[in-house]
């Protein structure tokens, strides 16, 4: 009996020990082909053209025993850009752990433990799949990728951190998927982050790229602050950070103000909160206190129970269409009411539209902000795309006791789209509107200048007298020519101008030259209305009545070259020029009479003693209305002195002294002769 039941206990071992072989023959396929599904992977989050992707566990130890493969692409046409964070793989040999990269035309790897890995890959594919495997092992975190297409090529980890570059201002390109990537950041959006803050994670906390898309940050370092406050914003929290060196701030587009209301009825909501006091006081949660900036409790919906017979939303009208970049909400804000949301979705239309939910991006399905978690703090979360409407909903998820809000809306006004050809046209009327009237402005501006010239020249050139006397030739007066008059103080004075409006002499006419109109002119002046009469009356109108000289030409002849092209008034100093006129010249300088002065610039004699033959021989008088003056120049006998011993009268200005000789006054034949 005994041999026996020995016996059946030996066949009962082998029989278990055969079982156990045999579980182990079929479970050891299925640990293989648990393997080959991936469930040595960790972390991934791909976009069009950029993600992350861990091994499982990251940055803790990796598994034993597992496969994670994983095949990543970018759009056709563009290069992979492959940068490793991290590689931490305990194998030496890459017999058993590895990581490795393989795509139809090339392999890169595999790499483990101690190797000299490069940091970046640039493939020559759009399209790369990405092998880790594990064996036994002790210790190792895996690995950390991150990838992009090669229009980016400033493509940086989740791991980097700010004081990993020393420039003031850079800018770099954040990968798909770093908000869960381990690490810490310090600070906020207002205040700058800490230098140690890991860049892609301080981005999304401050509301600059999406975790679902990354995207391009611009960096701005500046001096460090004592103290970082840490908030919660975008389902990453900060922490409170201590004085570092430096700190950074993101660059944004300018629209994150605070979109205000005009009055609280711009907030409603499905119901309200009607709270009796314990002295028996109602106080009303209404919408209208849900604005963050007030004071006191916030709005509360009516229904405390955790399941609502109807959704509760807050509601609030713009008064126009408006972009909106982000939301802040808080709780109560009281600490005997501990009510706030935990999450929330927001709903958003326009006028006479349906209500929209706004969605994720990668998934098109509903997205659910995480809210507050406690009733004080306040929350920001960002929509990436903002969302454009002039109505908004915020519509809780979940909430802790009660639903209770306060919030604040961040944006900006919408910049209008322009019409090119409504705005063009008007600019382009305007600019020839204004190019007329400038061009007329300016015609009209030179001529009045010109005629402004004109009109000065005349002036300068004519008296009152002389309207209308028509000139030959027009040259302006020049202000070179000057003569001296010895006085008794011996002083200088430069020739006038004629200004008297009792000029009598007409301006010498020479050929090829203008006139120069100076007092002491010989010449008579010729009124250019009466040239018909001019040769019928020639003896009447004489202003010198004396015949001419055998010999004699009928016109003036001009002086030598030595003296000025103009009759020269009769100086005191004529003995010492004596010699350059002849007698065949028709000229003669009258004898020195060294008991006058003359005063030219006063216009009149001052004679020393009375002439003794005032009714000698001279000059005939002029025919004129004035009476006879005593006190005249006896001038030298000879020329076409008249029998008659009259002196010539000067004009009423007395401005003038007797010419040298008689000469015939041109006349109308004279002048056409010269033209």
Known sequence: ?????????????????????????????????????????????????????????????????????????????????????????????CASDYLLFTSNSDQYGPYCGSMNVPKELLLNTSEVTVRFQSGSHISGRGFLLT??????????????????YLMTEYSKFCPAGCKDIAGDISGNVVDGYRDTSLLCKAAIHAGIIADELGGQINVLQRKGISRYEGVLANGVLSRDGSLSEKRFLFTSNGCSRSLSLDSDSQITASSSWKWVSEIGEQILWSPGQARLQNQGPSWASGDSSKNHRQREWLEID????????????????????????????????????KWRTYKGIGNNEEKVFQGNFNFRDPVRNNFIPPIVARYVRVVPKKWHQRIALKVELIGCQITQGINVTMVAVPLVLGLLVLLTAGMGIFAAFRKRKKKGHTNGSAKA?????????????????????????????????????ITSDMVDYQQPLMIGTGTVTRKGSTFRPMDTEAADEAGASAEACRHYDCPLATGRHEYALPLTNSEPEYATPIVERHLARAHTFSAQSGYRVPASQQAHK?????????????????????????????????????????????AEPDYQKPQRNDAYSAPRDCLKPLNQTAVTALL
Not at 34 to 47: N, Q, R, S, W
């Open 598 to 642: 003359h005063s030219l610039s006063s216009g009149s004699f001052f004679p020393a003693a009375a002439a003794a033959g005032a009714t000698g021989a001279g000059y005939p008088k002029p025919q004129s209305p004035a009476p006879s003056d005593p006190g005249y120049d006896q001038p030298k006998a000879g020329g076409c002195l008249s």
């Open 318 to 353: 713009l008064g126009e269409k408006k972009k909106i970049t982000g939301i802040r909400t808080t709780g109560s804000t009281q600490s005997n009411f501990n009510f706030y949301v935990k999450s929330f979705v927001m709903n958003f239309k326009n006028n006479n539209s």
């Open 461 to 497: 050139q004519k008296t009152d007298c002389w309207k209308q006397i028509k000139y030959p030739f027009a040259r302006h007066q020049s202000a070179e020519f000057t003569i001296s008059y010895d006085n008794e103080k011996e002083m200088t004075q430069k020739l006038d101008l």
């Open 1 to 93: 009996m005994v041999a026996g039941a020995r016996g059946g206990c030996a066949l009962a071992g082998v029989a278990q020990r055969g079982l156990l072989a045999l579980l182990l023959v079929v479970s050891a396929p299925l640990r293989l082909r648990a393997e080959e599904l991936g469930d040595g992977c960790g972390h991934i989050v791909t976009y069009k053209d950029s993600g992350t992707m861990t091994s499982k566990n990251y940055p803790g130890t990796y598994p034993n025993h597992t496969v994670c493969e994983k095949t990543i692409t970018v759009p056709k046409g563009k290069r992979l850009i492959l940068r490793l964070g991290d590689l931490d793989i305990e194998s030496q040999t």
């Open 147 to 164: 990838y992009a297409s090669s229009d980016h090529p400033d493509l940086i980890t989740c791991l980097e951190r700010a004081n990993h």
